[in-house]
């Protein structure tokens, strides 16, 4: 394999990068569970740090995970339907419009949570409510249960499939529930673990957005950096590792899922 | 109910929610950025006030030197990952997408563990070596997130090029420097320009990372997020995240025109 001095470059400057993102995510780990991390490993080993950080932060890691889960009701029931309707419609329409929902892809999440705060930031009870930080996560995740949802779709002859269901009498409801759904599924299953694993790691929007009672795991996490010792910042950074790592895993496993169908 | 009052009524339910939570507050937000002391003016100000304007090019400094950064790595790593199998690939390409899912803030604290003053560098370095929280730290953190993107939309570019090309063109006597600029450069040009779109626009817009080490520098969400927390200066605020928010939405145009698909952006 490494015949030639250029392979042996590359193979340095892949596993320079690997290194570069690794080690700190290894310091990290390490740092949680070691009694001192200013004498080193050398100090002990001890889960004091994880209990602490359960005991200070729990409620935040709760409404993360409800958070995540109604958002994830929310683009399910919006986005899956709104999908199918795109599939339907395929036409410069419907792309107009796919490109006025993905915007909030492009648009930075301080950007957007500035302008939801104009709009609603003076509604009292909907302010302090954590809807509000739904309806900033909702608006993130959105185009990704779209697009997954659509491509799939858009993949599949879904019109065929259509037309023998109409013909044997099944009405338009029935076919999008028993046909159109069933056949997309790859796609919303994909779509469903990228909201879920954005939505728990959603910093950029829910900062604005958050009151001190509503603190979402992320901000949290910024939190315990800004004045918490970096042993219990490094052990609540591992509970959040704990959580993503294997969303993020299943996520790219169904993505490549659903890819296969595209193809 | 005819199909396609159902079609229509599929839509309804995401037409109404774009409404009034994109839609409204967009416009609101557009023009709130002209309802301060200078009208319209204030994108003028942007340009003529030092602070705005030294904001505004380091920002733009930063995220370009990020983008061809990230390029140079990725690039480099995702050719060798695509074109060479062998034990550990695997394991080297889940490293290298791992930060795919993580926070901004959670970058920043990568940073600090490596570059602060309790961190690594640190403490293998004989002296003071700190470096999260300069501009070093911060481009760090943005190549940090940066490589994952770059990396994905590159190695999905480079597993289409025919590997006949390059058989031929090393039976023809070409060397591999020869091979790199004439066969493969060119062959993933399109996806470099996407995925470099990708990062530079992710760059500009990366507020967690910034939040977490940029305490000395000014970059722009930083700046907008003090105008509009410690100033109050709220059509400041709005016309500085109009700019940013029309660059990243250009760039992540480009990048959809040159290869289908955008990688979520955040960080």
Redesign the interface.
């Known amino acids: 394999m490494l015949k030639s001095p250029a392979k042996i470059l590359q193979l340095a400057v892949t596993l320079i990068a690997c290194a570069f993102l690794l080690v700190p995510t290894l310091q990290s780990v390490l740092a949680g569970v070691t009694v001192n991390y200013f004498q080193g490993v050398k100090s002990g080993l001890t889960l004091k740090w994880i209990w602490e950080v359960w005991d200070l932060y729990s409620s935040s890691i709760f409404l993360s995970i409800w958070l995540a889960f109604c958002c994830l009701i929310c683009t399910l029931l919006i986005g899956v339907p709104a999908a199918y309707a795109l599939a339907r419609n395929p036409g410069r329409m419907s792309r107009v419009l796919e490109e006025f929902i993905s915007l909030p892809l492009a648009v930075p999440g301080l950007a957007l949570a500035l302008a939801l705060l104009q709009v609603y930031g003076s509604v009292q009870g909907f302010r302090v409510h954590w809807s509000f930080i739904l309806v900033g996560h909702v608006l993130y995740t959105m185009p990704f249960m779209v697009r997954s949802v659509l491509s799939v779709m858009a993949a599949i002859d879904l019109k065929t499939l259509e037309e023998g269901a109409a013909s044997l009498g099944a009405p338009a409801w029935r076919r999008f529930i028993d046909i159109a759904v069933p056949n997309a599924m790859p796609g919303v299953l994909a779509g469903s673990l990228t909201v879920v694993t954005l939505s728990i790691g959603e910093f950029n929007l829910t900062w604005m957005l958050h009151t001190p009672f509503l603190k979402t795991l992320p901000v949290g996490l910024a939190d315990s950096y800004a004045s918490m010792r970096l042993e219990i910042a490094s052990a609540y950074t591992l509970v959040f590792f704990i959580m993503i790592v294997p969303l993020l895993m299943a996520m790219q496993w169904a993505s490549a899922r659903a890819q296969r169908i595209l193809k | 109910?005819?199909?396609r009052?159902?079609?229509?009524?599929?839509?309804l339910?995401?037409a109404i929610?774009?409404l009034a939570?994109?839609?409204?507050?967009?416009v609101?937000?557009i023009l709130?950025s002209g309802e301060g002391e200078a009208g319209w003016a204030i994108y003028l100000e942007i340009l003529q006030k030092p602070r705005y304007l030294s904001t505004l090019i380091q920002t733009v400094v930063i995220s370009v030197l990020v983008t061809i950064a990230a390029l140079a790595?990725?690039t480099?790593?995702g050719?060798?990952?695509v074109r060479?199998r062998?034990p550990g690939r695997g394991v080297?390409l889940?490293?290298?997408?791992?930060?795919?899912?993580?926070?901004?803030?959670?970058v920043?604290?990568?940073?600090?563990?490596?570059g602060g003053r309790?961190g690594?560098i640190n403490q293998i370095t004989p002296g003071h070596v700190v470096f999260a929280y300069s501009a070093f730290g911060l481009f760090?953190g943005y190549?940090?997130f940066s490589?994952?993107r770059v990396l994905l939309t590159v190695m999905a570019a480079a597993e289409k090029i025919d590997p006949a090309l390059e058989e031929a063109a090393l039976t023809l006597g070409a060397s591999?420097?020869r091979i790199?600029c004439d066969v493969l450069l060119p062959a993933l040009m399109p996806a470099m320009i996407a995925a470099g779109a990708i990062a530079f626009?992710t760059a500009?817009?990366?507020?967690?990372t910034a939040?977490?080490l940029a305490t000395n520098i000014d970059v722009l969400?930083m700046v907008?997020?003090t105008e509009?927390t410690l100033s109050a200066n709220?059509a400041m605020?709005?016309a500085l995240?109009?700019i940013?928010?029309l660059v990243?939405?250009a760039?992540?145009?480009i990048a959809r025109s040159f290869a289908g698909g955008?990688v979520?952006?955040?960080g």
């Open positions: 109910m005819s199909s009052t159902f079609v229509a009524l599929c839509f339910p995401l929610f774009t939570f994109l839609a409204l507050p967009l609101r937000l709130a790595v990725s480099t790593a050719l060798f990952l060479n062998f080297l889940s490293i290298l997408t791992l930060p795919l899912a993580f926070p901004g803030v959670v920043g604290f990568m940073i600090i563990l490596l309790q690594l760090l190549l940090y490589i994952p591999p420097y790199v626009a500009m817009g990366a507020f967690g939040f977490t969400p907008i997020y509009f709220i605020a709005s995240s109009v940013l928010g990243t939405w760039m992540l145009l955008t979520a952006a955040g």
